[in-house]
């Protein structure tokens, strides 16, 4: 039986030792490069030098030592294939049977917020990709590694003649062409961005799976949550999870929604969602007047829903979440006394995510049955608008921190969409009605007598007027809303008709 041969070069070192170690005692002849061969001689274990097999020194830096005939040749050779068989041996050159390679660590070096872009350029392997897609192209000849994890799933295979199933060279031949895929990926993310192009002619995004799951928005649908591989804490990705069970698909959804509507505030604020939507949000001075003014916004839906605060929660607070069915509760923390309410009830989840760190708004991708559809985040608020007064009366101080807070929780809410909102919460939400009177309604409904003295939020124009006229008679005293209708001034003089100040940002928040 002829000598098997392996090529390691590894910035992840783990587990390496004892994995050269079990090749060696099985006769493997090893070959290395720069520190991976220093370790490896370190630990007084066997291996060449890639410099004695080809015949060439490293050149560049480093940056030319593996891109030679002897190396490819080895790695590319097919082993039943007489003609290449005929080739290499003409050459003098040696089959190569494994190949345990991973790559400069690109996507550690750009997480840094202060890498130079040579220091980006530098971390750019070439050919550790070469190598890999070399072996996992001729997986029926070689077994390629690309993940620590996988060292002793190769050893359990190994047979009398040192080889392992196709069956299992296959998966790591796909795992490399995964991994290489995602890795271009960044780089191609990294220099698009370096060039300021939003949209580019081609689309090449990649994620790394965070847990399996139960399974999917129903369950009889499959499912997996997968996170960016640039991580950003303050997502629902990056959340810890104190307590309770494991989250569902449904939960990731709803909870995502929920963060991105309690970062809307600085003060103390709670957010109650259900379905994605909200169906209540309060704020206060303290995080408990701020549950309480959304718990009573809607108590009916908040059962089974998931709420998130901005703020600790308390002992005061955690009694008052204790008393109702909740699914999830997200904060920045928990006293230890409010997790010992809390923790009490076996299922409930406690996250907690570091609302500190920098938001950085990421691209909206949606798929679609053959294509994916790409946006900006919805980021803009009313600081990005010039607000105008459309009607004859300016709506007072009250009314305009009134109307500000309903706009903030609107852009949130399905559309069509309606909100109703005063004394720092919301008291009626219309949500993803067909017509724009038709959410009003609901709104109104569900504020019952509240309504009288509230201010209401539309995501999009008025059509018509006759959602002015439904809040005239709920007693709505001001308006929010973009305006752009070509029937906006039948809705303004409505709402001078009524006493109603309206006024206009110029701005839609559509969220379909």
């Not at 274990?45 to 940056?63: C, K, M, Q």
Request: overall charge negative.
């Amino acid at each position: 039986m002829s000598t098997k041969r392996a090529l390691i070069s590894v910035s992840d070192k783990e587990g390496l030792i004892p994995f050269v170690k079990a090749l060696a005692e099985r006769g493997v002849e090893v070959i290395s490069t720069g520190g991976t061969k220093r370790m490896i001689e370190e630990n007084g274990l066997p291996v060449r030098s890639v410099s004695d097999v080809t015949g060439f020194p490293e050149i560049l830096d480093g940056r030319v030592k593996t891109l030679h005939p002897s190396i490819h040749g080895g790695l590319l050779a097919v082993r039943d294939n007489t003609e290449h068989m005929s080739a290499i041996q003409e050459q003098d050159i040696t089959p190569i049977d494994f190949v345990i390679v991973n790559l400069y660590p690109f996507k550690e070096t750009i997480s840094n917020p202060n890498v130079s872009y040579e220091d980006a350029i530098e971390n750019i392997d070439i050919g550790g990709p070469s190598m890999l897609r070399s072996a996992a192209k001729n997986h029926r000849s070689v077994t390629v590694i690309c993940d620590p994890e996988d060292y002793q799933t190769v050893l359990d295979n190994l047979d009398t003649r040192v080889d392992v199933p196709f069956e299992i060279k296959r998966k790591l031949a796909a795992k490399v062409f995964r991994h290489t895929a995602a890795y271009d990926a960044l780089i191609a993310d990294y220099f698009t961005k370096q060039t300021g192009e939003a949209f580019p002619e081609k689309l090449t995004v990649t994620y790394e799976k965070k847990q399996g799951l139960r399974y999917g928005e129903n369950p009889h649908q499959q499912a997996a949550f997968y996170s960016a591989p640039l991580k950003n804490k303050a997502t629902i990705s990056e959340a810890v999870q104190l307590h309770g069970k494991e989250l569902s698909y449904n939960n990731i959804k709803d909870a995502d929604a929920a963060l991105a509507m309690v970062k809307e505030h600085h003060d103390p604020a709670v957010v109650a969602v259900k379905h994605m939507n909200p169906c209540g949000i309060g704020t206060g001075q303290t995080i408990k007047a701020a549950f309480d003014a959304a718990y009573k916004a809607d108590p009916v839906s908040i059962f089974g829903g998931i709420v998130a605060a901005n703020r600790e929660i308390d002992a005061e607070t955690a009694a008052k979440l204790h008393d109702i069915f909740l699914e999830i509760v997200i904060a920045p923390s928990f006293s230890e006394e409010a997790l010992e309410v809390l923790t009490k009830k076996k299922n409930i989840r406690l996250l907690t995510i570091d609302f500190t760190a920098e938001k950085t708004a990421a691209p909206q991708y949606t798929s679609v049955h053959g294509g994916l559809l790409v946006q900006e985040f919805d980021d803009k608020g009313l600081q990005d608008v010039e607000l105008k007064t459309a009607t004859k009366r300016e709506p007072t101080e009250d009314e305009l921190k009134a109307l500000a807070f309903a706009w903030k929780t609107v852009k949130h809410v399905k559309s069509n969409a309606i909100v109703l909102a005063k004394d720092g919460r919301t008291i009626g939400i219309g949500a993803g009605q067909m017509n724009r009177v038709g959410a009003a309604k609901i709104a109104i409904e569900q504020a019952g007598v509240d309504a009288h003295g509230s201010v209401m939020a539309s995501d999009a124009f008025f059509p018509m007027n006759d959602t002015v006229e439904e809040a005239a008679k709920a007693g709505v005293t001001a308006i929010i809303q973009p305006g752009g209708s070509i029937k906006d001034q039948e809705s303004i003089d409505k709402a001078n008709e009524h006493n109603i100040a309206m006024v206009l940002t110029g701005m839609r928040h559509f969220k379909h």
